[in-house]
């Protein structure tokens, strides 16, 4: 059984808004990401990864992202504890608000930074730095 997870690739004027992961966090404590969380059971709803993405992004954040989003990419690992993760990647839009650390216990700090940023950040791992290369590609 996996563990559903949706991550927001925000882009506005040439960066990706990414955040440093709170040290306290299980999985990747201390090192960038995308936005986001994990997908709760609300029964039989429509939509529920883009609701989620959408609570996730205010509840982290405090920012409101678009309704309209484009899928980026889907992937599947194991967290240490051996359980499996499907990990959702969606392209977002910025709507209201101007993201901060709304959540530190899960968010230690909140960047814009471009692509080569990010690239050459010895804290972005290796499936954040594919994610925004996806994410790059549906801009084009």
């Known amino acids: 059984m996996f563990i559903v997870n949706v991550e927001a690739a925000i882009h506005r004027d040439g960066k990706w808004f990414v955040i440093e992961r709170s040290k306290k966090e299980e999985h990747a404590g201390g090192l960038l990401s995308l936005v ?3 997908v709760d059971n ?17 509840e982290e954040v405090g920012a409101k992202i678009k309704e309209k ?24 839009e910025l709507g209201q608000g101007e993201p901060f650390v709304k959540s530190p216990e899960e968010v230690e700090e909140v960047y814009w930074m471009s692509t080569d940023e ?7 791992p290796v499936w954040l730095k594919e994610s925004i290369r996806y994410a790059e590609e549906l801009l084009e």
């Open 36 to 38: 986001g969380g994990t």
């Open 42 to 58: 609300e029964g039989n709803v429509q939509a529920i990864l883009e609701r989620t993405l959408i609570r996730e992004v205010y």
């Open 69 to 92: 989003m484009k899928l980026v990419s889907s992937s599947s690992f194991s967290i240490g504890n051996g359980r499996e993760v499907l990990n959702i990647v969606f392209l977002c």
């Open 118 to 124: 990010i690239n050459h950040n010895p804290n972005a």
